[in-house]
């Protein structure tokens, strides 16, 4: 009696409030759609920079497009990857990166149907979420000393000037209908645009001797790698100095395998400094040895 009581005392109005109220979705609201890359430091010398490409969006998207400037004077672009992002696994990911004039376009799709050509796989799509990756920028740093750079989104980028009605970029989503993101977080300016720090090249001195597969101990696997590279042509030790474990100048000849091992097994005399923790040698250079130079 009571309930019925209550439903008839209630305007319209006010019932159909009910009614949308009943139907709000669950959970805290998702953000507004918005593509952003936040401020980094690179340094001078740095290879295959990763750059994410960040993604706000508030529903899952079957695709999505970016246009991107950057400053090609310092920084060269070398790919767009969507490996291990919310995008993984994506069946088309492809564009053009305009090296002449720092302007990439790139496109995802997720999935294709298999039924008629060129549509989309509603049942492949990129997750709804906060802050999650869509896509890498891999760079080199092409700057000679420190500086500052960008990294921006921006639509209507002409990548190539010198061609008539080439296509003008844009940064879109896409679930069936295109959806226009924001770009850039608030406070980036110009909108888009994040701030690449350019910082003085990292000094990675540090190394094991023996360690010449770089895995952060000499061991016999060591010794297997630089007799593989030395007599049948494997893979080049990721520190020319952690090879020459003799330090006589002759890197990862047999002597030096004979060395390793006959410390290792017989007792005899440890190679020369630094060994067998990470340390460092007049003179040497060994960004390859990463475990000690993190
Ligand atoms: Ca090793
Ligand atoms: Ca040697």
Same mark, same amino acid.
């Given at each position: 009696?009571?309930?019925?009581?209550?439903?008839?005392?209630?305007?319209? +109005?006010? =019932?159909?409030?009910?009614?949308?109220?009943?139907?709000?979705?669950?959970?805290?609201?998702?953000?507004?759609? *918005?593509?952003?890359?936040?401020? /980094?430091?690179?340094?001078?010398?740095?290879?295959?920079?990763?750059?994410?490409?960040?993604?706000?969006?508030?529903?899952?998207?079957?695709? #999505?497009?970016?246009?991107?400037?950057?400053?090609?004077?310092?920084?060269?672009?070398?790919?767009?990857?969507?490996?291990?992002?919310?995008?993984?696994?994506?069946? @088309?990911?492809? !564009?053009?990166?305009?090296?002449?004039?720092?302007?990439?376009? @790139?496109?995802?799709?997720? &999935?294709?149907?298999?039924?008629?050509?060129?549509? %989309?796989?509603?049942?492949?799509?990129?997750?709804? &979420?906060? =802050?999650?990756?869509?896509?890498?920028?891999?760079?080199?740093?092409?700057?000679?000393?420190?500086?500052?750079? #960008?990294?921006?989104?921006?639509?209507?980028?002409? &990548?190539?000037?010198?061609?008539?009605?080439?296509?003008?970029?844009?940064?879109?989503?896409?679930?069936?209908?295109?959806?226009?993101?924001? +770009?850039? +977080?608030?406070? /980036?300016?110009?909108? =888009?645009?994040?701030?690449?720090?350019?910082?003085?090249?990292?000094?990675?001195?540090?190394?094991? *001797?023996?360690?010449?597969?770089?895995?952060?101990?000499?061991?016999?696997?060591?010794?297997?790698?630089?007799?593989?590279?030395? %007599?049948? !042509?494997?893979?080049?030790?990721?520190?020319?100095?952690?090879?020459?474990?003799?330090?006589?100048?002759?890197?990862?000849?047999?002597?030096?395998?004979?060395?390793?091992?006959?410390?290792?097994? +017989?007792?005899?005399?440890?190679?020369?400094?630094?060994?067998?923790? $990470?340390?460092?040698?007049? !003179?040497? /250079? $060994?960004?390859?040895?990463?475990?000690?130079?993190?």
């Amino acid at each position: 009696m009571m309930l019925k009581k209550s439903i008839r005392s209630c305007s319209p +109005l006010a =019932g159909l409030a009910v009614l949308l109220l009943s139907f709000s979705p669950a959970g805290p609201a998702l953000a507004a759609n *918005r593509f952003y890359i936040e401020n /980094q430091t690179v340094h001078v010398g740095d290879t295959d920079v990763s750059v994410p490409v960040k993604l706000d969006n508030d529903a899952p998207r079957l695709a #999505f497009s970016l246009s991107i400037k950057y400053d090609q004077a310092k920084m060269s672009l070398k790919a767009v990857e969507v490996s291990g992002t919310a995008a993984d696994g994506a069946l @088309w990911s492809a !564009g053009t990166i305009h090296s002449m004039t720092g302007i990439v376009y @790139w496109s995802v799709i997720r &999935g294709f149907n298999q039924g008629p050509p060129g549509s %989309f796989d509603i049942n492949k799509t990129i997750p709804a &979420g906060t =802050g999650l990756t869509a896509a890498r920028l891999v760079f080199d740093v092409l700057a000679a000393s420190p500086m500052s750079t #960008f990294v921006a989104l921006q639509d209507g980028l002409v &990548g190539d000037p010198t061609v008539p009605d080439y296509p003008v970029g844009k940064n879109l989503l896409t679930d069936g209908l295109p959806t226009v993101p924001l +770009l850039g +977080l608030p406070g /980036q300016v110009p909108a =888009g645009t994040a701030v690449i720090t350019i910082s003085p090249a990292v000094t990675s001195t540090k190394f094991i *001797r023996g360690d010449s597969n770089c895995s952060g101990e000499a061991d016999i696997s060591d010794a297997v790698h630089l007799l593989t590279f030395t %007599f049948l !042509g494997g893979e080049a030790p990721c520190c020319p100095e952690a090879a020459d474990v003799n330090d006589d100048g002759n890197i990862a000849d047999t002597t030096d395998a004979i060395v390793l091992l006959s410390h290792l097994f +017989l007792g005899e005399t440890p190679p020369p400094p630094p060994f067998p923790g $990470c340390g460092e040698a007049a !003179g040497v /250079q $060994c960004p390859g040895h990463k475990i000690c130079n993190p």
